[in-house]
């Protein structure tokens, strides 16, 4: 596990070795410990806006040991893997704007209000606690109900905001998000019945069939 002091360490190690200034998205579990909901992290999780700043990252995570691992023996056959970095337990997530079937959208970015800075080169933007639960339903690992759970629990949740980022998704032509939302809220109530209001988790699955009726009209049209 990289513990908060660990990970100060890590990120300060790799900005000395950066070229050039990279921009950088935390999500996951090391978006809980900024945002002060966890203590430590199994990964760090990175979404990048570009190639070229998700390469001169990897490169510098790469300098200082990490080596790279093939994703699908934690994602599978999943789309939109991350590249993966490792060095004994420790593992760096590298995401390229999409977090598996979620866009992180212009929305997301704008909600990513705190801001970190380490040396010259790293900017690092931590997610959003709405948007840190969609992106724990995006990749749908083992720790993830838990540290959802843990984000309901200890933040006020605007789950309205949560409804309207499915419905921006679609719009992106990700239209999968709702199902795999609803289908993660259902699993989170069957851990902890009532941590996700029903009328949140029923509005999903009407925006599905939504979805559904108006591709199945779109192929009539063709």
Known sequence: MINIERQQGLLSAISEKLKEKVVAYAVGGT???????????A????????????ELFKNAVKSIGYKEM????????KENRPQMLTLGDERFDLFLREVVYFI????????ARQIHQFGKNLVL????????ILMKCATDRIKDIDDAMSIIKNTKIDWNLIVEEAKN???????????????F??????????IVPRQVTDELWVLLQKEIEERQKKKRVN
């Open 125 to 132: 933007k931590i997610a959003d606690p709405h948007d840190v």
């Open 43 to 54: 990964d760090i999780d990175f979404v990048f806006g570009s190639k070229k700043e998700r």
């Open 185 to 194: 809220f259902e699993k989170l109530n069957n851990a902890s019945k009532g």
């Open 169 to 183: 998704q679609a719009k992106l032509g990700k239209e999968k998000t709702i199902f795999e939302l609803g289908y």
């Open 70 to 77: 093939d994703s699908m023996i934690v994602y599978g056959g």
């Open 31 to 41: 978006a809980m410990m900024f945002l002060g909901l966890k203590d430590a992290t």
């Open 104 to 111: 992180f959208s212009d929305s997301m970015e704008k909600r």
